[in-house]
């Protein structure tokens, strides 16, 4: 395995971590693909190996490492980045992808399904950003993207848990930013909203537009929150935490 750093992406065999794993492999990273599903995880690690071979900007092809994990299960992003560091994995981009949501009434949801959600929404992205932060601030070059929701921006009814999951990620990752910055780590924080919320924030901003039915608004700090509406692949263009590690990668 070469010394060069990784890209992290969690959740990765689907949706917009799909989107980030084309988007950093299409900027020459080597990734490590994380999901819960083994076929069409290995199924896109194979597909993204195709694609990026031996290139003129660099002398080796991306290197792809795929790793099947439920981090769902309790302390499992600290197993995750233990196996990491015993395979001499450095990490210097992670994307906190992975997460799901639960609808109905508190009361009437399964609690150890809404738990597991717990697990998976906070626990596990505070297991991998604590496990893997020290080997990444030795590095010159580090990022974290933390995929929220605008579900966090406020209660919601029937979502509860789902939105105080978003809501803990959101305040979490806003405050890392602030705690990290003189390290020089790059800490982003996206929020996708699904269309009919895209509709009510636009039309309250006076405009009305939409791409591809989402949108992901990338909240910057707590002083300073801009909004940006993008599709998913765009989205994964926003962070200045990909041109961190297109850059190392370019350089290794």
């Known amino acids: 395995m070469k010394n060069d750093g990784f890209a992290l992406i969690t959740g990765a065999s ?3 971590g799909m989107a980030f794993s084309r988007a950093l492999a299409q900027r020459h990273c080597n990734l490590v693909l994380v999901a819960r599903s083994p076929e069409p995880l290995h199924a896109f690690a194979n597909e993204l190996r195709r694609a990026h071979p031996v290139s003129v900007r660099r002398a080796h092809p991306v290197s792809v490492v795929a790793i099947q994990v439920d981090l769902s299960t309790a302390g499992a992003g600290q197993i995750l980045a233990e196996q990491l560091s015993n395979g ?4 210097e981009l ?3 992808n992975a997460g799901f949501g639960l609808r109905g009434e508190f009361r009437a949801n399964s609690l150890p399904r809404q738990l597991e959600m717990l697990r998976l929404n906070n626990q596990a992205i505070v297991e ?3 496990s ?3 080997g990444m601030l030795e590095r010159g070059q580090k990022g974290i993207i933390n995929i929220s929701s605008t579900a966090g921006f406020q209660p919601i ?3 509860s848990a789902y939105s105080a999951t978003k809501a803990f990620l959101t305040t979490f990752s806003l405050a890392l930013e602030q705690e990290l910055r003189a390290a020089g780590v790059s800490v982003v924080t996206l929020c996708p909203a699904r269309e009919g919320c895209i509709r009510s924030n636009t039309e309250m901003q006076g405009s009305r537009s939409k791409k ?4 992901f608004f990338r909240v910057r700090s707590k002083s300073s929150t801009r909004h940006s509406e993008c599709s998913p692949t765009e989205a ?3 962070s200045p935490a990909l041109s961190i590690s297109s850059a190392s990668s370019r350089s290794a």
Do not use: D, E, H, K
Not at 88 to 91: C, F, K, N, R, S
């Open 132 to 134: 893997l932060l020290p």
């Open 157 to 159: 009814p029937f979502a």
């Open 128 to 130: 991998l950003t604590y």
């Open 236 to 238: 994964a263009s926003l």
């Open 14 to 16: 689907r949706g917009l």
């Open 94 to 96: 992670l994307v906190n």
């Open 212 to 215: 591809n039915g989402q949108a």
């Open 88 to 91: 001499g994995i450095p990490i």
